[in-house]
């Protein structure tokens, strides 16, 4: 006999004679005469309702199902007597598959998000975690839909890399060196005796693959894991997180606003759409704001707002912010939120920052002191996506990297682009666990990644 999934059982519009289900046991509760089963498989929120007779040859094997067992059952599938449910299984025969210890941690009660985190190899077996892991997996799936519908092609840019596109130096070195034995020249480091003969780095970024990929392929985007060593232990950063980076050709910034605010409103139908269950659990018991802010999403254009006048409403707001707003400084997410969720209520979109404090690659206003960088912020969250209209002019671009101080041989491939059919292009990254802690409510970035990377914590 075929396995069949609980969220297929549970949609099924007739009773069915013979099904088989296998599981993990939430809960057992023994009656005069029978004993019910709660088994969920992971294939979606609900449990099915399992009644074992006392008669069945089996009966033994039920009695050692405690709360964490596996177990397979098989019989029909008939209308519920009790409440709360449609169906539930008449089970003929009940085995057990993996037996689990009295000392099982995940009892029946709400347990804290900070004892969850100690026991990330079983937080995702809850209801909580385990809809949160779902809805990661439509997000994924959602938002190649996004770009494909568009016409948009994949690109899988490098993980492991020689160059630093941010220019933060916030990166972790990937080396084959012995590092008891570090081969030395002039007391540096000499990486010509490394794996690549010079120094190199997981990535931060895969803005400048993608860039060369669009002035090939027109639209493009890339979706996949990304590094970086900030030692800054916040609610919203991780060492090791998911981006994706769409790229492009024949674009400005604009249009750039434009895409990111339709991925964003795109997949929050799309959840709204295909995971309603796992959304209402959030709505209900994590963030009772959720169904109000994805509604909002949906409802409105994002607000778009020139980085010029952020700061004239902050330097306004009758808010004490630990950093006074200056023109010149970078927002602090004290910012970013006083916008967001108490001036605007709604996302916004700043744009036009000054140059100082951005990457190299960001293309140059007219006024001379802003580049055409954008930031997505969102309630709850800040930031979700942070992109630019790209350089396009070679001189500009490389005067540019003079003033910062970047060596021009690291990067003349990517010089190399500006002299070659260069063309207005525009791209963003958006953060994956930040997108998926807007759709859910969650508050803490490491609870939306199934094993979290921080600093000083690598356990699981
Ligand atoms: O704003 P960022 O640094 O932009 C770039 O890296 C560009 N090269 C992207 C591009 O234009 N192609 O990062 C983009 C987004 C941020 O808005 C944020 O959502 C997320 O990536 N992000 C992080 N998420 C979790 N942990 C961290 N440490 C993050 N750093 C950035
Ligand atoms: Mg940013």
Redesign the pocket.
Known sequence: MKRTKIVHLLRSDRPLDEVLVKGWVRTRRDSKGFSFLELNDGSCLKNLQVVADASIEDYGNVKRLNTGAAAAVTGRLVPSQGGGQKWEVQADTVSVIGQADEDYPLQKKRHSDEFLRTIAHLRPRTNKYGAAFRIRSHLAYAIHAFFRERGFTYIHSPIITGSD??G?GEMFHVTALDLKNIPKKDDQVDFSRDFFGREASLT????LS?EMFALALGDVYTFGP?F?A?N?NTS????E?W?V???MAFCDLAGNMDLGQELIQYLTRYLLENAADDIDLFARFVDKGLKARLEGILSSNFIRLPYTEAVEILKRAKKKFEQPPAFGKDLQSEHERYITEVHFKQPVIIYDYPKGIK?F?MRVNDDGKTVAAM??LVPGIG??????QREERLDVLTGRMDEMGLDRDDYWWYIDSRRYGSVPHS?????F??VIMLMTGIRN?RDVLPFPRTPGSIEF
Request: aromatic share 8%; net charge negative.
């Open positions: 596109c941010e933060a931060v970024s895969g803005q993608a990304t970086r900030e800054s919203r950063h991780v060492a997180f981006m980076e769409p790229e990457p690659y930031d997505v930031e979700v996506i942070g992109g630019s791209g963003f990254g958006m953060g666990e930040r970035i």
